[in-house]
Protein backbone atom coordinates (compact mmCIF):
# COMPACT_ATOMS: atom_id res chain seq x y z
CA UNK A 1 0.00 0.00 0.00
CA UNK A 2 2.69 2.40 0.86
CA UNK A 3 4.49 1.79 -2.50
CA UNK A 4 0.85 3.05 -4.32
CA UNK A 5 0.75 5.96 -2.55
CA UNK A 6 4.41 7.09 -3.16
CA UNK A 7 3.52 6.18 -6.95
CA UNK A 8 0.26 8.30 -6.91
CA UNK A 9 2.19 10.94 -5.20
CA UNK A 10 5.26 11.24 -8.03
CA UNK A 11 2.65 10.46 -10.57
CA UNK A 12 0.42 13.39 -9.05
CA UNK A 13 3.72 15.75 -9.36
CA UNK A 14 4.43 14.77 -12.72
CA UNK A 15 1.16 15.90 -14.31
CA UNK A 16 1.20 18.86 -11.71
CA UNK A 17 4.60 20.01 -13.60
CA UNK A 18 3.77 19.11 -17.01
CA UNK A 19 0.24 20.79 -16.95
CA UNK A 20 2.56 23.90 -15.12
CA UNK A 21 -0.41 26.21 -14.09
CA UNK A 22 -1.19 28.67 -15.95
CA UNK A 23 -3.50 30.54 -13.75
CA UNK A 24 -1.13 32.41 -11.34
CA UNK A 25 0.74 34.90 -14.00
CA UNK A 26 3.79 36.96 -13.29
CA UNK A 27 5.97 39.34 -14.21
CA UNK A 28 9.68 40.48 -12.74
CA UNK A 29 13.03 41.81 -12.95
CA UNK A 30 16.26 41.95 -11.32
CA UNK A 31 18.38 44.88 -10.82
CA UNK A 32 21.22 45.95 -8.68
CA UNK A 33 20.33 48.19 -5.29
CA UNK A 34 20.98 51.94 -5.85
CA UNK A 35 21.21 51.54 -9.65
CA UNK A 36 18.74 51.71 -12.69
CA UNK A 37 20.73 50.60 -15.08
CA UNK A 38 22.03 46.76 -14.99
CA UNK A 39 25.62 46.89 -15.29
CA UNK A 40 27.74 45.31 -12.85
CA UNK A 41 31.69 44.73 -12.63
CA UNK A 42 33.32 41.35 -13.16
CA UNK A 43 35.08 39.90 -10.26
CA UNK A 44 33.34 41.89 -7.40
CA UNK A 45 30.31 41.21 -4.95
CA UNK A 46 27.42 43.37 -5.35
CA UNK A 47 23.62 43.64 -4.00
CA UNK A 48 20.83 42.56 -5.91
CA UNK A 49 17.19 42.53 -5.84
CA UNK A 50 14.82 40.40 -7.76
CA UNK A 51 11.47 41.93 -7.88
CA UNK A 52 8.00 39.86 -9.10
CA UNK A 53 4.47 41.23 -9.34
CA UNK A 54 2.57 37.74 -9.01
CA UNK A 55 -1.60 38.03 -9.46
CA UNK A 56 -3.11 35.10 -7.89
CA UNK A 57 -6.52 36.48 -8.73
CA UNK A 58 -7.32 33.61 -10.77
CA UNK A 59 -4.95 30.72 -8.66
CA UNK A 60 -6.28 26.98 -8.19
CA UNK A 61 -6.09 24.61 -6.00
CA UNK A 62 -1.98 23.24 -6.28
CA UNK A 63 -0.76 26.59 -7.15
CA UNK A 64 -0.33 28.09 -3.21
CA UNK A 65 3.34 29.50 -3.15
CA UNK A 66 5.89 27.57 -1.12
CA UNK A 67 9.24 28.24 -3.23
CA UNK A 68 10.67 31.38 -5.04
CA UNK A 69 13.32 30.05 -6.57
CA UNK A 70 16.41 31.99 -8.45
CA UNK A 71 18.62 30.57 -11.03
CA UNK A 72 21.65 32.43 -11.90
CA UNK A 73 24.02 32.22 -14.78
CA UNK A 74 27.09 30.95 -14.87
CA UNK A 75 29.72 32.55 -13.46
CA UNK A 76 27.31 34.17 -10.74
CA UNK A 77 27.57 32.54 -7.42
CA UNK A 78 25.75 33.08 -3.80
CA UNK A 79 25.52 32.03 -0.61
CA UNK A 80 22.77 31.47 2.17
CA UNK A 81 24.53 34.24 4.47
CA UNK A 82 24.38 36.83 1.63
CA UNK A 83 20.71 36.58 1.26
CA UNK A 84 18.97 39.77 3.09
CA UNK A 85 15.26 39.18 3.24
CA UNK A 86 11.84 38.91 1.78
CA UNK A 87 9.15 41.20 1.38
CA UNK A 88 5.82 41.26 0.29
CA UNK A 89 4.26 44.41 -0.40
CA UNK A 90 6.95 46.34 1.20
CA UNK A 91 6.42 43.93 4.38
CA UNK A 92 8.80 41.58 5.64
CA UNK A 93 8.18 37.90 5.52
CA UNK A 94 9.94 35.26 6.62
CA UNK A 95 11.70 32.92 5.03
CA UNK A 96 14.96 30.33 4.67
CA UNK A 97 17.36 30.61 1.96
CA UNK A 98 18.82 27.95 0.32
CA UNK A 99 21.65 27.49 -2.10
CA UNK A 100 22.30 25.03 -4.49
CA UNK A 101 25.43 24.49 -6.51
CA UNK A 102 26.16 28.01 -5.75
CA UNK A 103 24.24 29.39 -8.06
CA UNK A 104 20.24 28.41 -7.52
CA UNK A 105 18.90 30.37 -4.57
CA UNK A 106 15.62 29.17 -3.13
CA UNK A 107 13.86 31.65 -0.92
CA UNK A 108 11.14 28.78 0.86
CA UNK A 109 8.63 30.60 2.92
CA UNK A 110 7.79 30.06 6.36
CA UNK A 111 3.79 30.55 5.79
CA UNK A 112 2.31 29.19 2.57
CA UNK A 113 1.32 31.47 0.05
CA UNK A 114 -2.68 30.48 -0.45
CA UNK A 115 -4.48 33.90 -0.80
CA UNK A 116 -5.83 35.40 -3.82
CA UNK A 117 -4.19 38.85 -3.76
CA UNK A 118 -2.26 40.30 -5.88
CA UNK A 119 1.66 40.82 -4.70
CA UNK A 120 4.85 42.97 -5.32
CA UNK A 121 7.71 40.37 -3.83
CA UNK A 122 11.30 42.16 -3.49
CA UNK A 123 14.05 39.31 -2.67
CA UNK A 124 17.29 41.09 -2.20
CA UNK A 125 20.48 39.35 -2.02
CA UNK A 126 24.18 39.83 -2.18
CA UNK A 127 26.10 37.73 -5.53
CA UNK A 128 29.51 37.55 -6.48
CA UNK A 129 30.29 38.14 -10.18
CA UNK A 130 32.10 36.49 -12.71
CA UNK A 131 35.62 37.25 -14.06
CA UNK A 132 34.57 37.10 -17.91
CA UNK A 133 32.68 40.04 -19.17
CA UNK A 134 29.09 39.47 -20.59
CA UNK A 135 26.79 41.31 -22.82
CA UNK A 136 23.69 39.73 -21.68
CA UNK A 137 23.84 37.76 -18.78
CA UNK A 138 20.03 35.89 -17.86
CA UNK A 139 18.80 35.17 -14.81
CA UNK A 140 15.34 33.06 -14.61
CA UNK A 141 12.70 32.94 -11.60
CA UNK A 142 9.85 30.76 -10.94
CA UNK A 143 7.52 30.00 -8.04
CA UNK A 144 6.97 26.41 -6.70
CA UNK A 145 4.47 24.91 -5.13
CA UNK A 146 3.80 22.37 -1.80
CA UNK A 147 5.03 19.34 -3.71
CA UNK A 148 8.32 21.77 -5.22
CA UNK A 149 6.65 21.28 -8.35
CA UNK A 150 7.00 24.45 -11.09
CA UNK A 151 3.72 26.54 -10.97
CA UNK A 152 4.06 27.86 -14.96
CA UNK A 153 6.95 28.69 -16.58
CA UNK A 154 9.74 30.70 -15.78
CA UNK A 155 8.62 34.14 -15.26
CA UNK A 156 8.67 36.57 -17.85
CA UNK A 157 10.75 39.83 -17.72
CA UNK A 158 8.89 42.93 -17.27
CA UNK A 159 8.41 46.33 -15.57
CA UNK A 160 7.81 44.92 -11.87
CA UNK A 161 8.60 47.20 -9.57
CA UNK A 162 6.96 50.50 -10.79
CA UNK A 163 10.59 52.28 -11.50
CA UNK A 164 12.38 53.30 -14.74
CA UNK A 165 15.65 50.81 -14.54
CA UNK A 166 16.94 47.59 -16.04
CA UNK A 167 13.02 45.84 -16.22
CA UNK A 168 14.20 42.55 -17.08
CA UNK A 169 16.01 39.38 -16.12
CA UNK A 170 19.60 40.02 -17.99
CA UNK A 171 22.75 41.74 -16.25
CA UNK A 172 25.80 43.05 -18.34
CA UNK A 173 28.78 42.55 -17.19
CA UNK A 174 31.76 44.90 -17.54
CA UNK A 175 35.84 45.07 -16.84
CA UNK A 176 36.43 45.81 -13.63
CA UNK A 177 38.37 48.86 -14.48
CA UNK A 178 37.49 52.05 -12.34
CA UNK A 179 37.50 55.08 -14.85
CA UNK A 180 40.17 57.71 -14.80
CA UNK A 181 39.85 60.33 -12.15
CA UNK A 182 37.66 63.53 -13.14
CA UNK A 183 39.89 66.55 -14.07
CA UNK A 184 38.83 70.36 -14.00
CA UNK A 185 36.68 69.96 -10.82
CA UNK A 186 35.99 73.63 -9.26
CA UNK A 187 33.22 75.10 -6.75
CA UNK A 188 32.62 78.65 -6.44
CA UNK A 189 30.03 79.76 -4.14
CA UNK A 190 27.03 81.95 -5.47
CA UNK A 191 27.98 85.93 -4.99
CA UNK A 192 24.20 86.87 -5.88
CA UNK A 193 22.85 86.43 -2.29
CA UNK A 194 21.98 82.57 -2.31
CA UNK A 195 23.50 79.88 -0.36
CA UNK A 196 24.20 77.88 -3.38
CA UNK A 197 27.57 76.36 -4.94
CA UNK A 198 28.19 75.77 -8.66
CA UNK A 199 30.21 72.82 -9.71
CA UNK A 200 31.97 72.41 -12.52
CA UNK A 201 34.33 69.82 -14.42
CA UNK A 202 35.45 68.37 -17.43
CA UNK A 203 33.31 65.39 -19.46
CA UNK A 204 35.09 62.16 -19.48
CA UNK A 205 36.12 60.11 -22.56
CA UNK A 206 35.40 57.08 -21.30
CA UNK A 207 32.15 55.73 -22.97
CA UNK A 208 31.54 53.04 -19.77
CA UNK A 209 31.30 56.18 -17.28
CA UNK A 210 27.24 56.65 -16.98
CA UNK A 211 27.63 59.43 -14.47
CA UNK A 212 28.94 61.29 -11.96
CA UNK A 213 29.00 61.13 -7.63
CA UNK A 214 29.80 64.65 -6.11
CA UNK A 215 31.13 64.80 -2.41
CA UNK A 216 30.13 67.09 -0.13
CA UNK A 217 31.97 67.36 3.32
CA UNK A 218 30.84 63.58 4.92
CA UNK A 219 27.57 63.08 3.56
CA UNK A 220 26.01 60.86 1.42
CA UNK A 221 27.21 61.32 -2.43
CA UNK A 222 24.91 63.73 -4.81
CA UNK A 223 24.67 61.46 -7.95
CA UNK A 224 24.55 63.46 -11.64
CA UNK A 225 22.88 60.60 -13.81
CA UNK A 226 24.56 62.24 -17.18
CA UNK A 227 27.73 61.51 -18.67
CA UNK A 228 28.05 64.67 -20.41
CA UNK A 229 27.05 66.50 -17.31
CA UNK A 230 29.82 69.40 -17.22
CA UNK A 231 28.34 71.29 -14.55
CA UNK A 232 26.16 70.99 -11.21
CA UNK A 233 24.61 73.68 -8.97
CA UNK A 234 24.13 72.53 -5.37
CA UNK A 235 21.20 75.03 -3.56
CA UNK A 236 20.68 75.80 0.03
CA UNK A 237 23.65 74.99 1.12
CA UNK A 238 24.20 75.50 5.28
CA UNK A 239 26.23 78.63 5.40
CA UNK A 240 29.77 77.72 6.35
CA UNK A 241 32.97 76.16 5.07
CA UNK A 242 32.42 72.99 2.99
CA UNK A 243 34.81 70.80 1.17
CA UNK A 244 33.92 68.87 -2.22
CA UNK A 245 35.41 66.39 -4.49
CA UNK A 246 33.78 64.07 -7.73
CA UNK A 247 34.27 61.21 -9.06
CA UNK A 248 33.12 59.50 -12.24
CA UNK A 249 31.58 56.13 -12.32
CA UNK A 250 30.51 53.08 -14.19
CA UNK A 251 28.33 51.88 -11.47
CA UNK A 252 28.42 52.89 -7.93
CA UNK A 253 30.49 49.79 -7.33
CA UNK A 254 32.66 50.79 -9.84
CA UNK A 255 33.94 54.77 -9.41
CA UNK A 256 37.35 56.82 -10.23
CA UNK A 257 39.61 57.62 -7.64
CA UNK A 258 37.98 61.34 -6.20
CA UNK A 259 39.30 64.35 -7.06
CA UNK A 260 41.38 67.00 -5.13
CA UNK A 261 39.69 68.39 -2.47
CA UNK A 262 37.57 71.82 -3.23
CA UNK A 263 37.12 74.45 -0.30
CA UNK A 264 34.06 77.07 -0.54
CA UNK A 265 32.78 79.04 2.09
CA UNK A 266 28.80 79.67 2.00
CA UNK A 267 27.36 83.19 2.93
CA UNK A 268 23.87 83.35 4.77
CA UNK A 269 21.07 83.27 2.26
CA UNK A 270 19.84 86.34 1.48
CA UNK A 271 18.63 86.79 -1.92
CA UNK A 272 14.30 86.64 -2.43
CA UNK A 273 12.95 83.94 -4.49
CA UNK A 274 11.54 84.80 -8.17
CA UNK A 275 7.70 85.26 -7.66
CA UNK A 276 5.26 82.47 -8.97
CA UNK A 277 3.93 82.74 -12.55
CA UNK A 278 0.63 82.40 -14.53
CA UNK A 279 -1.73 83.33 -11.43
CA UNK A 280 -5.48 83.30 -12.44
CA UNK A 281 -7.90 83.80 -9.84
CA UNK A 282 -11.96 82.51 -10.76
CA UNK A 283 -15.09 82.32 -8.94
CA UNK A 284 -16.22 78.59 -8.86
CA UNK A 285 -19.31 76.68 -7.28
CA UNK A 286 -16.76 75.92 -4.04
CA UNK A 287 -15.53 79.42 -3.65
CA UNK A 288 -12.70 81.73 -5.16
CA UNK A 289 -9.71 79.44 -6.79
CA UNK A 290 -6.33 80.78 -7.03
CA UNK A 291 -4.04 78.86 -9.14
CA UNK A 292 -0.65 79.22 -10.05
CA UNK A 293 2.58 78.11 -11.70
CA UNK A 294 6.09 77.41 -9.54
CA UNK A 295 8.68 80.20 -9.24
CA UNK A 296 11.46 79.17 -11.16
CA UNK A 297 13.85 79.74 -7.66
CA UNK A 298 14.88 76.48 -7.10
CA UNK A 299 14.97 77.65 -3.29
CA UNK A 300 11.53 77.98 -2.94
CA UNK A 301 9.88 75.63 0.24
CA UNK A 302 6.27 77.09 0.56
CA UNK A 303 3.95 79.48 -0.51
CA UNK A 304 1.62 81.98 0.99
CA UNK A 305 -1.76 83.24 -0.51
CA UNK A 306 -2.65 86.97 0.43
CA UNK A 307 -5.90 88.45 0.61
CA UNK A 308 -6.40 92.07 1.23
CA UNK A 309 -9.24 93.00 3.89
CA UNK A 310 -10.93 96.09 2.42
CA UNK A 311 -11.43 97.49 6.22
CA UNK A 312 -7.81 98.11 6.55
CA UNK A 313 -6.48 97.93 2.83
CA UNK A 314 -3.25 95.73 4.07
CA UNK A 315 -2.95 92.07 3.43
CA UNK A 316 -3.33 89.07 5.64
CA UNK A 317 -2.84 85.22 4.56
CA UNK A 318 -5.40 82.76 3.55
CA UNK A 319 -5.62 79.59 5.45
CA UNK A 320 -3.06 77.53 4.39
CA UNK A 321 -4.81 75.16 2.03
CA UNK A 322 -2.54 75.01 -0.99
CA UNK A 323 -2.61 72.05 -2.92
CA UNK A 324 -0.85 70.85 -6.05
CA UNK A 325 -3.16 70.55 -9.17
CA UNK A 326 -4.83 67.50 -9.76
CA UNK A 327 -3.22 67.30 -13.28
CA UNK A 328 -0.09 65.52 -13.85
CA UNK A 329 1.49 68.73 -13.76
CA UNK A 330 3.87 69.45 -10.45
CA UNK A 331 4.67 72.76 -11.15
CA UNK A 332 1.02 74.00 -10.78
CA UNK A 333 -0.40 74.60 -7.46
CA UNK A 334 -4.04 75.46 -6.16
CA UNK A 335 -5.86 77.22 -3.50
CA UNK A 336 -9.26 77.81 -2.60
CA UNK A 337 -10.94 80.76 -0.46
CA UNK A 338 -14.29 79.49 0.60
CA UNK A 339 -15.73 82.99 1.91
CA UNK A 340 -18.55 84.46 0.38
CA UNK A 341 -17.42 87.60 -0.87
CA UNK A 342 -19.13 91.10 -1.05
CA UNK A 343 -19.78 93.13 -3.94
CA UNK A 344 -16.21 94.61 -5.00
CA UNK A 345 -13.34 94.63 -6.49
CA UNK A 346 -10.49 92.56 -4.34
CA UNK A 347 -6.81 91.84 -5.38
CA UNK A 348 -5.50 88.08 -4.89
CA UNK A 349 -1.80 88.07 -4.27
CA UNK A 350 0.92 85.06 -3.80
CA UNK A 351 4.08 85.30 -2.99
CA UNK A 352 6.91 82.43 -2.52
CA UNK A 353 8.98 82.07 0.30
CA UNK A 354 12.20 79.96 0.68
CA UNK A 355 14.23 78.18 3.21
CA UNK A 356 15.64 80.85 4.78
CA UNK A 357 12.20 83.23 4.95
CA UNK A 358 13.33 85.29 2.29
CA UNK A 359 10.15 86.40 0.27
CA UNK A 360 9.24 86.76 -3.52
CA UNK A 361 7.73 90.08 -4.59
CA UNK A 362 4.04 89.45 -5.03
CA UNK A 363 1.79 87.96 -7.94
CA UNK A 364 -1.10 89.98 -7.97
CA UNK A 365 -4.40 89.44 -9.62
CA UNK A 366 -7.27 91.39 -9.54
CA UNK A 367 -11.35 89.52 -8.97
CA UNK A 368 -14.21 91.86 -9.66
CA UNK A 369 -17.54 90.57 -7.98
CA UNK A 370 -20.60 92.84 -9.00
CA UNK A 371 -24.24 91.87 -8.98
CA UNK A 372 -24.43 93.15 -12.84
CA UNK A 373 -22.88 92.68 -16.09
CA UNK A 374 -19.81 94.55 -15.47
CA UNK A 375 -18.18 96.57 -17.24
CA UNK A 376 -20.63 98.34 -19.16
CA UNK A 377 -20.43 100.49 -21.55
CA UNK A 378 -17.53 97.59 -22.51
CA UNK A 379 -15.13 98.24 -25.71
CA UNK A 380 -14.37 94.92 -27.46
CA UNK A 381 -11.23 96.46 -29.18
CA UNK A 382 -10.10 97.60 -26.55
CA UNK A 383 -6.27 95.75 -25.57
CA UNK A 384 -7.32 96.08 -22.29
CA UNK A 385 -9.14 92.01 -20.72
CA UNK A 386 -10.77 94.09 -18.00
CA UNK A 387 -12.46 96.33 -20.75
CA UNK A 388 -12.24 94.40 -24.29
CA UNK A 389 -15.30 91.97 -22.39
CA UNK A 390 -18.23 91.96 -20.52
CA UNK A 391 -19.04 89.91 -17.22
CA UNK A 392 -22.72 88.22 -16.46
CA UNK A 393 -22.48 87.01 -12.71
CA UNK A 394 -25.03 84.83 -11.69
CA UNK A 395 -25.60 86.27 -8.48
CA UNK A 396 -27.34 88.64 -10.40
CA UNK A 397 -30.41 86.26 -9.25
CA UNK A 398 -30.19 86.28 -5.85
CA UNK A 399 -30.61 82.60 -4.59
CA UNK A 400 -31.88 81.50 -7.77
CA UNK A 401 -30.55 77.82 -8.94
CA UNK A 402 -30.80 75.80 -12.44
CA UNK A 403 -28.96 76.52 -16.05
CA UNK A 404 -27.40 79.85 -16.18
CA UNK A 405 -27.66 80.87 -19.92
CA UNK A 406 -27.63 85.31 -21.04
CA UNK A 407 -29.68 85.96 -24.00
CA UNK A 408 -28.06 89.23 -26.14
CA UNK A 409 -30.51 91.14 -28.28
CA UNK A 410 -30.05 94.28 -31.11
CA UNK A 411 -32.05 97.33 -29.89
CA UNK A 412 -34.65 95.49 -32.55
CA UNK A 413 -34.97 92.47 -30.75
CA UNK A 414 -32.93 90.43 -33.17
CA UNK A 415 -30.89 87.61 -31.03
CA UNK A 416 -27.12 88.42 -31.32
CA UNK A 417 -25.81 85.89 -29.02
CA UNK A 418 -26.81 82.80 -26.63
CA UNK A 419 -24.41 82.21 -23.63
CA UNK A 420 -24.86 78.93 -21.55
CA UNK A 421 -22.71 78.02 -18.78
CA UNK A 422 -21.13 74.45 -17.43
CA UNK A 423 -22.70 73.38 -14.30
CA UNK A 424 -19.87 75.08 -12.29
CA UNK A 425 -19.64 78.37 -14.31
CA UNK A 426 -20.57 81.37 -11.80
CA UNK A 427 -20.44 84.07 -14.95
CA UNK A 428 -20.67 84.22 -18.63
CA UNK A 429 -18.36 86.39 -20.50
CA UNK A 430 -19.38 88.32 -23.98
CA UNK A 431 -16.71 89.19 -25.94
CA UNK A 432 -18.69 91.45 -28.14
CA UNK A 433 -19.06 88.92 -30.80
CA UNK A 434 -22.18 87.63 -32.84
CA UNK A 435 -23.08 83.81 -33.36
CA UNK A 436 -20.61 84.45 -36.62
CA UNK A 437 -17.57 85.49 -34.80
CA UNK A 438 -18.06 88.82 -35.95
CA UNK A 439 -17.75 92.14 -33.57
CA UNK A 440 -21.19 93.44 -33.23
CA UNK A 441 -21.94 97.17 -34.41
CA UNK A 442 -21.17 99.88 -31.52
CA UNK A 443 -24.71 100.84 -29.95
CA UNK A 444 -27.21 99.68 -27.51
CA UNK A 445 -27.94 95.43 -26.75
CA UNK A 446 -30.50 94.20 -24.30
CA UNK A 447 -29.72 91.25 -22.49
CA UNK A 448 -31.72 88.66 -20.63
CA UNK A 449 -29.95 86.89 -17.47
CA UNK A 450 -31.66 83.66 -16.92
CA UNK A 451 -30.99 81.38 -13.29
CA UNK A 452 -33.87 78.09 -13.99
CA UNK A 453 -36.92 79.68 -13.85
CA UNK A 454 -35.72 83.13 -12.49
CA UNK A 455 -34.32 85.98 -14.85
CA UNK A 456 -33.90 89.27 -15.43
CA UNK A 457 -33.71 91.79 -18.36
CA UNK A 458 -31.70 95.22 -18.67
CA UNK A 459 -29.37 96.90 -21.30
CA UNK A 460 -26.11 97.06 -22.12
CA UNK A 461 -23.34 99.68 -24.07
CA UNK A 462 -21.08 98.26 -27.28
CA UNK A 463 -18.49 101.27 -27.46
CA UNK A 464 -16.18 100.31 -30.64
Known amino acids: MKNIQIALTLIVSLFIAMNSYGAVTSVGEINVVGQTQGIVPASSTVPLIVTLSVDRSLAEPGE ?53 QNSIYEITFDCQTPNTVTLEAVFRARLRNLDDAPIGEFIRPGQADGKLNNDNFTLQVIPNI ?67 QITAYKTLFLQSERSAIQT ?31 SISRDVTEYKVLFPPSETGGT ?8 RTPENDETGYISIDDRRLNI ?38 SPDKDFNQVVFPARVLEDASGEFTVHIYDIDGMLV ?39 KTGTLIVAK
Do not use: C
Not at 78 to 86: A, D, L
Not at 428 to 434: H, K, N, V, Y
Open 64 to 116: EIKVIEIEMPSGFLTRSSYFKGILRDRNQIVARPVVSGGNVLRVELADVIRDF
Open 178 to 244: PPNPVIGFTAEADTTGENDVTLRWQKSNDPDVNGYLIYRDKEDPIEVKDRFSTTFRDVNVPPGNHTY
Open 264 to 294: VNVSPDTAAPEPPVMLSVTITNEGVEILWKS
Open 316 to 323: EPLPSNIE
Open 344 to 381: GSFTYAVIAIDEAGNASAPAQEKLRIFDKPYPNPFTPL
Open 417 to 455: KTLTALPSDTELTWDGRDEAGEIVESGIYVYQLQVGDSF
